[in-house]
């Protein structure tokens, strides 16, 4: 499964990796073979992802934790084996620092909703700080967007240089004693850049400062170890790293967990309840009110094995010799600009552009037509186009299973694509 291939070094054997991914055999437009991407949207999923799902389905389907019968043990056991499968492929310390969410969005409104409710030393009012960075995906602003009106806390940012890194000049003035939390992304969804962990974290503690990391774009790529970056909470989904939709991840540090108030209240989050007042269940369940997403989160299980039998180390060294590759092919295409760092150091697998004037959603419909498969749009980051002075981009983004061919079908049908406008 990980024999290297010749020419690009470090590359998986993606022939036989991408036998298990049954969507990619799909023709579409005239018998055009599927070239697809837009794993930086959602990633697709192998077979041993969709027969687990069935699995569940067809033989232990039941509610978790309250029933008795044999179904209903069995559900608890896969969805709970499903944590510690996540506890370890992240290095958590305890599999009771594993929340299970629907998604991203919701682990990321998760920690600005707790900490709106929760008594000092965490608590977020109108004489604190919110610091965030302009390259976030709409998931990391509009939650500190909301947290900020409620509350009265001030919002700063961290700004972006022109070759779309993350501008830190200024780092002692933005991260302040006011500061509360630092919520910034691992990998950009948009710009591809990977930020400078050490650094921000390391000013978040001198101030005392919680810091939260969106690992979205982090988890499906490359190791995961949320003890090596001292962060307080790390969020990401499992439909970017072969795991079904409706499951995300939220670690958080025990003590952090144990403090801090539940967001969602209802079944399962308690531990007491009368008609005059409640108590709450130990984490993670006091943040996981209601039935949870049971078969989600045994897909996301089997998805963690499945990654895990490949290696990641081996994915991360597979995705940075195809986006070297990428960025090498795209930039021999006439009038196409870069947005984001134009090499492939410190770099994720997605690389936005724009192609002379030619407008984004033209070049994603042209491509289409030709089997392509890739994202338009401001692709929920829409202030990172404010700060390059565009409207939208195209964006191709890699995964395990891209091959070498699919980037030259990308640059060939960009030729095409300019040719199709003149």
């Avoid at 910034?184 to 591809?192: K, P």
């Avoid at 196409?336 to 004037?357: K, M, Q, V």
Wanted: hydrophobic share 40%.
């Amino acid at each position: 499964m990980t024999v290297a291939r010749q020419g690009l070094p470090g590359l998986l054997d993606t022939e036989a990796l991408r036998k298990d991914f049954p969507i990619l055999e799909r023709a579409l437009h005239d018998g055009k073979k599927l070239v697809y991407l837009d794993n930086a949207a959602t990633s697709q999923k192998p077979r041993q992802v969709i027969d687990a799902l069935s699995e569940y389905y067809e033989r232990y389907n039941a509610n978790v934790h309250r029933g008795v019968h044999v179904l209903a043990e069995e559900a608890t056991a896969l969805y709970e084996g499903a944590r510690d499968k996540v506890a370890e492929f992240i290095n958590a310390p305890s599999r009771d620092e594993v929340i299970f969410t629907k998604n991203a969005s919701e682990s990321l409104n998760l920690v600005a909703n707790m900490l709106g409710w929760a008594d000092e030393p965490y608590r977020v009012d109108h004489e604190t700080e919110v610091v965030i960075t302009e390259m976030e995906h709409h998931s990391n602003i509009v939650p500190w967007q909301l947290l900020s009106q409620r509350t009265g806390a001030k919002l700063k940012w961290f700004g972006l240089t022109d070759d779309g890194r993350l501008d830190l000049s200024n780092i002692d003035e933005v991260i302040t004693e006011k500061t509360k939390i630092v919520s910034f992304v691992l990998v950009s969804n948009i710009l591809g850049t990977h930020n400078p962990v050490e650094a921000i974290v390391r000013r978040a503690q001198e101030v005392g400062a919680l810091v939260l990391i969106d690992a979205s774009q982090a988890a499906p790529h490359m190791p995961l170890d949320v003890q090596a970056l001292q962060a307080d909470f790390v969020a990401f989904t499992g439909h970017k790293m072969c795991g079904p939709t409706g499951i995300g991840v939220l670690w958080g540090r025990q003590e952090l967990l144990e403090d801090l108030p539940p967001f969602l209240g209802g079944g399962e989050m308690i531990e007491t309840v009368s008609m005059h007042s409640s108590t709450y269940a130990p984490a993670p369940h006091k943040f996981e009110a209601g039935t949870p997403p049971v078969a989600q989160a045994v897909g996301l299980g089997a998805a963690v094995d499945y990654l895990t039998s490949i290696g990641m180390d081996k994915i991360a060294l597979h995705e940075q010799a195809i986006t070297e590759y990428a960025i090498k092919r795209l930039l021999e295409v006439p009038d196409l600009r870069i947005i984001g760092p134009a090499t492939a150091e410190e770099r994720g697998a997605a690389i936005s552009f724009t192609l002379g004037d030619i407008h984004p959603h033209d070049v994603g419909q042209v491509l289409d037509e030709q089997g392509i498969a890739v994202r338009v749009g401001h692709h929920c980051a829409r202030p990172v186009c404010l700060r390059y002075g565009i409207p939208a981009t195209t964006r191709a983004s890699f995964y395990l299973y891209s091959t070498p061919g699919e980037i030259d079908a990308l640059a060939d049908g960009l030729e095409h694509v300019r040719n199709f406008f003149g």
